[in-house]
């Protein structure tokens, strides 16, 4: 920590206040450094992501929350990088830029931008009397729904400022050995047949989600797969929204197990790979389908 001298016109603070209302230990941090310095200024974290779990608020909201508590402090964004030296000295040049003929000291509490920081200010680290932790306020809130037509503006507010996605999924193709047949699943929900499949979790490779579900939904474990291509998927449930699936298919024919229907699968079925199991394949699959008949039906002899 650089050793400081004993009073600085400006004290700044770098957080990110991603809460409803200032927190107790929020509001500590801020009263400490607004009665020690003249003026006060707080650079709030900016994410390059939309109204995510963790930044659901964006720069405007929070400065807006700020405000109304501290009418006096002065409030700007500073966007997150990947390099903290390119940070800090972004950081450092709007704070120039700001206080040009004023001594300046950052703080921080120990959690901090203060392990990330590398610039020319002084810093100081503040003990935290007060935690409170934001994330778990989120979580909390996440709980609760509110009756006022406050709530709903924001709610609706937060989804329409999400960046539009697509929505990865896989689809398994699993042949019999000489590729005649090919395993279907059916919903019990459903009169059709489907590939086996699911969605991608976050931190989950594709190839790992493919070999996942088809040992949950078909109880069987595969040997070799390889990609075939990518499609869109026509799913009623996405059918009237902006974000879309987008499923990533497999085959393989080199597995090892029984089949056995599980997770929300309630039937499995070998089908003869050939046109007439369009007749019995869910609407949603049947690109994916006639894609296989046209490149994987040559490879029956």
């Known amino acids: 920590m650089v050793k400081v001298q004993e009073s600085f016109d400006v004290g700044v603070i770098v957080a990110r206040f991603q809460v409803d209302d200032l927190t107790y230990g929020q509001r500590d941090l801020l009263n400490k450094v607004c009665s020690t310095h003249k003026r006060t200024a707080v650079y709030l974290g900016l994410s390059p992501c939309r109204s995510t779990y963790n930044n659901p608020l964006d720069f405007e909201a929070r400065k807006l929350m700020l405000k109304e508590a501290y009418p006096d402090i002065e409030v700007y964004y500073i966007k997150d990088i990947p390099s903290d030296v390119v940070w800090s000295d972004t950081l450092d040049a709007m704070i120039m830029g700001s206080f040009k003929d004023e001594s300046v000291c950052l703080y921080g509490s120990r959690d901090s931008f203060l392990q990330y920081y590398c610039g020319q200010f002084p810093c100081r680290e503040l003990a935290q009397e007060i935690f ?71 931190g989950h490779t594709y190839e790992y989600t493919a070999t996942k579900e088809t040992e949950e939904e078909a109880g069987l474990h595969i040997l070799s797969m390889s990609y075939v291509r990518s499609f869109v998927i026509d799913d009623w449930r996405y059918r009237s929204e902006v974000n879309k699936i987008t499923t990533s298919l497999f085959e393989t024919n080199q597995w090892e197990g029984k089949p056995k229907p599980g997770d929300d699968i309630s039937e499995l079925r070998w089908f003869p790979f050939n046109k007439h199991i369009l007749e019995n394949i869910n609407k949603a699959h049947c690109d994916m389908m006639i894609y296989l008949l046209e490149h994987k039906n040559p490879r029956i002899s």
Not at 133 to 160: M, P, Q, Y
């Open 132 to 202: 409170i932790s934001g994330t778990e306020v989120r979580k909390e809130l996440a709980k609760k729904v509110n009756k006022s037509r406050d709530f709903r503006h924001g709610v609706i507010w937060a989804t329409s400022n999400q960046w539009p996605a697509g929505i990865p999924t896989v689809d398994v193709a699993i042949f019999s050995g000489n590729y005649r047949h090919i395993l279907l699943g059916k919903k019990p929900d459903e009169t059709r047949y489907r590939f086996i499949g699911g969605f991608v979790e976050p």
